[in-house]
């Protein structure tokens, strides 16, 4: 059975597409389209601002308490909920059932950190700052946020930024990846269920046009966006350019670097688990791992080791590893397998034989893969694969290893793998990165912290959630009052402090 999705606008669902036209939504584990969703345009996005401008006078009205305890409601629906949650992101992305709850957990961390809006917008007093005279500073909502979010973190990312836009009383249009878009509209609609009054929080689906409407709108004033690098640089160039402040978290190449003295077994299974969990599929998968000699043919092996017991198949079965999200997307990794062996790499696991992937024939079935003896002139060195492809580059130094580290135009996360602490603490010094693991390899800061790459992972300055959260979803305005009448008269001069 085919469902449509429809957008969720101003409390209520809808289906205008521009000229008609709908996507279609797969079971990454079966291959079957099992939705359509309409693609918006100008015509759904301008509703959605229009509802959200609307709503968003009345919201930034509301007080901090009330907020609170929507933002604090809502936490308890998606928590009880989670697992409803989770079999939606796997129907539609592929991710393990396990995997995708601990997704919906991540999100709730940044949920939580929202629950305390009261205390993360609190201003600063100065009393006396000049006779009868304080000054104080105020944070208020910038108006209308625009989520634009990718298909690998459905509910995650999402939850990364309008729990934090909202509680800070602005109102959301989010636009979820066309490929899985559900899991957006069940969370708008939970939020609702919580008390969020409608228009708060409204989801437009599409694709380039339902971005472009929202980048060139008037009324809204800010973008939080994650996808790929390419399109999260036209983002930001787009959404400056129209006078908005934008965050465009983008694509990575994450290395993971292990010195001879590390616990091979540690540093083996952290490759595994960061290297294929989730397929592959995260901007913070370990993509490269980065072997100091003399330990590379040990760690190799025991990774291989690790790789053999792995099993992939429906995320509905308990399985390790689930499928590509889509068979375009299956076809283009695959395509880096004969790419790297072309230019000189040595395929160590070849993941292309799926006979026996527990899954319907018609998945989109790719097994984890690894490569030895890469080098950075390879593609499979230089471009995001996005899949479950792990290549190991051998380097004879700690100084060599961070070199082709920091000459990486990525720069979103890292890791070392030691049990030397000066190393480590040169590299968390020394590396150009955004986020660093030390023995741990998914880095991925806690909500109370805030997430974001360097170089070519992130344009613009500001991190996602977190402080950077608060500070990016807030203007800050600062009052100078006096209720004393001032002594000096008439005096036409520039007011100096006294
Ligand atoms: P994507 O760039 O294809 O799509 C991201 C969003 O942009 C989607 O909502 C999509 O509909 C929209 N979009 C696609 N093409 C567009 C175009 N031409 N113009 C305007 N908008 C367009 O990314 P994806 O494939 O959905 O997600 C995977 C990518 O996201 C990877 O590169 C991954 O590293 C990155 N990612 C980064 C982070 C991070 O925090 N840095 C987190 C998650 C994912």
Known sequence: MTITIEHWIDGKGATDAEDG?????????????????PLGGTGAVDRAVDAARTAADGWRRTSLAKRAQILFAFREIVAARRDE???????????????????????????????????????????????????????????????????????????????????????????PSEKDPSASVWLAQRFEEAGLPPGVLNVVHGGKSAVDALLDHRDVDAISFVGSTPIARYVYERGTQAGKRVQALAGAKNHMMVLPDADLDGAAD??????????????????????????ADELISRIRDRMGSLRTGDGRRGCDMGPLVTAEHRERVASYLDAGVASGAQLVVDGRDVADVDGEP???????????????????YTDEIFGPVLSVVRVDSYEQGLQLIND???????????????????????????????????????????????KNSLFGDTHAYGPHGVHFYTRGKVVTSRWQAPAGGVDLGFPGNS
């Not at 790719?366 to 890469?374: A, E, G, I, Q, T």
């Not at 010094?429 to 741990?440: E, K, R, S």
């Open 21 to 37: 036209r709908f996507g279609d939504v797969f079971d990454p584990a079966t291959g079957e389209v099992t939705g359509r969703v």
């Open 408 to 454: 990486n135009p990525y720069g979103n996360g890292t890791a070392i793998f030691t049990n030397d602490g000066r190393a480590a603490r040169a590299f968390q010094y020394d590396v150009q990165a955004g986020m660093v693991g030390i023995n741990v390899p998914i880095p991925v800061p806690i909500g109370a912290y805030s997430f974001g790459g360097w």
């Open 85 to 175: 949650l989770a079999v939606i992101i796997t129907a539609q992305h592929g991710k393990v059932l396990d995997d995708a709850a601990g997704e919906v957990a991540r999100g709730l961390e940044v949920v939580e950190l929202a629950c305390g809006v009261p205390q993360l917008l609190k201003g600063e007093f100065t009393e006396g700052a000049s006779t009868d005279v304080d000054v104080h500073s105020i944070r208020q909502p910038v108006g209308v946020v625009g989520v634009i979010s990718p298909f690998n973190f459905p509910a995650m990312v999402p939850m990364w930024f309008f729990p934090i836009a909202i509680a800070a009383g602005n109102a959301v249009v989010l636009k």
């Open 362 to 380: 018609d998945g989109f079935w790719l097994k984890p893969s690894l490569f030895d003896r890469v080098d950075a002139s390879m593609s499979i």
């Open 270 to 295: 952290a490759a595994v688990n960061a290297g294929f969990g989730s397929a592959g599929e995260r901007c913070m998968s370990i993509s490269v791992v980065v072997a100091v000699e003399p330990i």
